[in-house]
């Protein structure tokens, strides 16, 4: 029984050294670079980006296969249980004659190759085109997802640092409370001054239970969108929320050219322009090389390509050339050109709206960083007066010169000021992704 006491007891030691390291890993803080690394290697668009690039190298392939030899090997075993016969006229006399042997076997080999085909040759430079396409597309993909987890990471260092607001309200309050409790006690308070301060205590209490409710389920949408299961544990260093005192460069235009939303609208026109060849390489004429050789064998008895000493073989072999060329399709292939001239159109009335929208995101972008740091500045300083008043009403209310009443309006200020500094601190945030990303320069916070 000892035995198998220590053998337990070893055990748990065992999985108590095997389980630190996860434990510290679980306890590890995250920092946003981090955070983004995580995300685009781990979020299910980002994966499924990546798997749209190896596809369309499939596709590349399907499309070059077009354009390469096709062999195709056939076989084909016959039995004739009842010959067919025909009627011969020899010399005025007519006569029935069987044509063929109970059991037929085949086998042979066919080769096609296209030797001009303008569709096809098209085909291929879609192709590669198209590659271009998905992988634009996998860069785009992954500047959304820095953009939706940089904003979340955010969302939850501010919600984290109005709890810290609250929870200082809280702490203050209490110390009011038990001031007056006893004033109460001594007969210097009122009943109602009692009350005030526990609802107020109360209101506070349910804020704080909102915000660490709020906070749970943005750090659930951050684990989400990082491709995080939601059940693992977050740490957030509070540092990464630094305070803001001047205003990056900022410029009166934006470039677009690095942009991936141009560059795709760029490889979107390369894609149109070559469908609209493939439907005019429909007026060309194709030309195609195509080859067979067949052995045959015949026999009365059980055969397969003259497994029967009795049958008989032969082989036979044909090459040859086919042109087509297309001559009247009821218009059709001038009707697809007339489509894929529209499409060409509304591609260029997709730029101008993009560009425009570009445009306007940065513009707006700048607006809102000069709002926000200006609100910052303005609210750091509210904030640092609004706890001076606070702290001085507090004194003039211990020493009997302030009313409840004015206490509770200069705690409710200040925490106002705390909270718009702190969501000033948020929108100034926000909006640097913006201008980061309108400078295509997303990727660097990925650090």
């Known amino acids: 029984m000892k035995s198998r006491t220590k053998i337990v007891k070893l055990m748990l030691i065992v999985f108590g050294v095997i389980s630190l390291p996860q434990l510290a890993i679980a306890q590890q803080k995250v920092t946003l670079g981090e955070a983004l690394s995580f995300a685009l290697e781990h979020n299910t668009k980002a994966r499924k980006a990546r798997l749209d690039i190896e596809g369309g190298k499939y596709k590349v392939d399907e499309v070059r296969s077009q354009a390469l030899p096709q062999l195709t090997g056939t076989a084909g075993l016959t039995y004739n249980p009842i010959i067919g016969q025909q009627v011969v006229d020899f010399g005025g006399t007519t006569q029935t004659l069987k044509f063929g042997q109970k059991w037929n076997s085949n086998a042979g080999v066919q080769l096609s190759q296209q030797l001009f085909n303008q569709q096809v040759f098209t085909g291929l430079k879609a192709a590669k085109s198209s590659a ?4 634009l597309t996998a860069q785009f993909t992954e500047e959304q997802i820095i953009e939706m987890v940089a904003n979340n990471y955010y969302q939850v260092l501010v919600t984290r640092q109005q709890l810290n607001v609250i929870d200082n309200n809280i702490k203050n309050v209490k110390v009011i409370e038990k001031i007056i409790a006893n004033q109460y006690k001594n007969g210097l308070a009122k009943k109602i001054d009692v009350d005030r301060i526990n609802v107020n205590l109360t209101n506070l209490e349910t804020q704080r239970d909102q915000t660490s409710n709020s906070i749970v389920q943005l750090e659930n949408q951050l684990k989400f969108s990082m ?4 059940s693992n544990a977050i740490v957030l260093p509070e540092t990464e929320l630094t305070e803001v005192n001047h205003l990056p460069q900022l410029t009166d235009t934006v470039a677009l050219a690095n942009r991936t939303e141009i ?3 760029d490889n979107q026109d390369k894609l149109l322009n070559l469908q609209r060849k493939a439907y005019v390489a429909e007026y060309y004429p194709t030309l195609g090389l195509t080859g067979n050789y067949t052995y045959s064998s015949q026999s009365g008895g059980f055969d397969f390509l003259s497994s029967n000493s009795s049958a008989i073989g032969f082989g036979s072999s044909a090459v040859g050339l086919t042109l087509k060329v297309p001559i009247f399709n009821g218009f059709l292939t001038k009707a697809k050109i007339r489509q894929a001239d529209v499409n060409i159109q509304k591609a260029k009335e997709d730029r101008n709206e993009t560009t425009n929208a570009l445009n306007l995101a940065y513009e707006n972008a700048k607006i809102q960083l000069k709002n926000s740091l200006n609100t910052i500045n303005s609210q750091r300083k509210n904030a640092e007066l609004a706890a001076e008043i606070y702290r001085s009403t507090q004194n003039n209310y211990n020493n009997g010169l302030a009313s409840l009443t004015d206490l509770l309006d200069t705690e409710t200020s200040l925490t106002q ?13 926000i909006a640097e992704i913006q201008l980061i990303k309108s400078n295509g320069n997303i990727k660097t916070l990925v650090k």
Do not use: D, F, I
């Open 132 to 135: 271009e396409y998905y992988a």
């Open 227 to 230: 491709g995080m299961p939601v």
């Open 263 to 265: 560059r795709l609208l």
């Open 417 to 429: 000021a705390q909270n718009s500094y702190t969501q000033a601190l948020l929108n100034y945030k």
